[in-house]
């Protein structure tokens, strides 16, 4: 089976079999419900040769924040919507993850939680959100 993960926007993981899909496109657009973003700069996992994928206009859509990235100590970055997490070689293919990842990546996400104040850009409100946060 070649897996995927995915943290979803309410905090779940959720393992993705890539054979359900047609393309792995259509498994990383599929479930970041729409046009995929490459995130390849979050340390903890670039240096596992660990990927995430986003869905590129998620705070624009206002999608819920699932995602925390910290750099000494202040918060500098969220990432909205759900995540796909996969695996890259050195000619830049997105491949699946095995089982030393996934347990690296919960692990990881496991680590440290933080409550994130932020403004709803579409309906305008302030909302509060657990999330995960990673230091880079």
Same mark, same amino acid.
């Given at each position: ?40 700069? *979050? ?11 986003? @869905?590129? =206009? %998620?705070?624009? &859509?206002? /999608? #819920? ?10 918060? *500098? ?11 890259? @070689?050195? =000619? %830049?293919?997105? &491949?699946? /993850? #095995? ?38």
């Amino acid at each position: 089976m070649k897996k995927y993960l995915v943290l979803t926007v309410d905090g779940m993981f959720k393992e993705l079999d890539e054979e359900c899909y047609e393309s792995t496109y259509e498994l990383l657009r599929d479930n970041v419900d729409g046009v995929i973003e490459h995130v390849s700069w *979050i340390t903890p996992f670039a240096k596992q040769g660990i990927d995430l994928w986003v @869905n590129d =206009e %998620g705070k624009l &859509l206002g /999608l #819920d924040i699932s995602l925390g990235i910290r750099q000494n100590d202040n918060l *500098i970055e969220v990432l909205n919507g759900n995540i796909v997490f996969a695996r890259n @070689n050195k =000619e %830049g293919e997105t &491949l699946p /993850l #095995d089982d030393e990842d996934i347990s690296f990546i919960k692990k990881t996400l496991q680590i440290e939680k933080a409550l994130i104040q932020f403004k709803n850009p579409i309906t305008g409100k302030f909302m509060m959100k657990i999330v995960p946060v990673v230091e880079i």
